[in-house]
């Protein structure tokens, strides 16, 4: 007589191995998952650090070719400070600085809502200034720009020569804009920076 007792699974043993298979499906999704948010978080930090090193860069160039207001009287550029001066802020907000660029036209940065942005004049006069210019992208929001000036007259509250050359300090927050604020990265940034020519007075 043949023996017909076959082995095979119990439900006890069916039930661990579903959910042995269950939970290692589970934890390569959670480890597929964190790989592709990381590499994104990755690439949107380079990006945004590339970003804010250009913007530094093109505004840190301009800043230190800008000209020494020197005219007779005084063009309507600096109108708050006047002859003698290299830039002009907007006090107590300070989120703008105006200079003479090198081709002595009235140039500006000035923080707008979360975008920076520039304006050139067609003259030395800031009554003629064109369209702003964006810097900065739609995906990138400027939470924080601030300029302050060191030795920006050649004159102290003294009225004495100050003989100090003039400095710029800019600082910058910048952070991702997006849906998922896991994967916005931000950067806080500050330079400091002085005229190219020696300030000598005139």
């Known amino acids: 007589m043949k023996n017909n007792n076959k082995t095979?699974?119990?439900?006890?043993?069916?039930?661990?191995?579903?959910?042995?298979?269950?939970?290692?499906?589970?934890?390569?999704?959670?480890?597929?998952?964190?790989?592709i948010e990381t590499q994104e978080k990755?690439?949107?930090?380079?990006?945004?650090?590339?970003?804010?090193?250009?913007?530094?860069?093109h505004m840190g160039k301009s800043l230190r070719m800008a000209k020494k207001e020197l005219s007779h009287p005084p063009t309507q550029c600096l109108?708050?400070?006047g002859r003698g001066f290299n830039f002009e802020t907007n006090p107590p907000i300070n989120n703008r600085i105006r200079f003479i660029n090198d081709d002595n036209l009235c140039q500006e940065f000035f923080l707008s809502g979360a975008r920076l942005k520039k304006r050139i004049s067609t003259n030395d006069n800031a009554d003629r200034f064109k369209a702003p210019l964006y810097l900065t992208p739609p995906y990138l929001e400027v939470v924080s720009f601030r300029v302050n000036l060191i030795?920006?007259?050649?004159?102290?509250?003294?009225?004495?020569i100050?003989?100090?050359?003039p400095r710029?300090?800019?600082?910058?927050?910048?952070?991702?804009?997006?849906?998922?604020?896991?994967?916005?990265?931000?950067?806080?940034?500050?330079?400091?920076?002085?005229?190219?020519?020696?300030?000598?007075?005139?």
Request: hydrophobic share 50%.
């Open 79 to 81: 109108d708050t400070v």
């Open 151 to 160: 030795g920006a007259g050649q004159i102290d509250t003294l009225g004495q």
């Open 42 to 57: 990755t690439l949107a930090s380079q990006e945004l650090l590339f970003q804010t090193s250009f913007l530094m860069e």
């Open 8 to 35: 095979g699974f119990t439900l006890v043993e069916v039930i661990v191995a579903v959910t042995v298979f269950t939970i290692i499906i589970g934890i390569v999704m959670l480890i597929f998952s964190w790989v």
């Open 168 to 202: 710029v300090t800019l600082f910058l927050e910048i952070r991702r804009a997006g849906p998922k604020p896991g994967l916005l990265p931000s950067v806080k940034i500050q330079t400091t920076l002085s005229q190219r020519d020696l300030d000598i007075v005139k």
């Open 162 to 165: 100050d003989r100090i050359q």
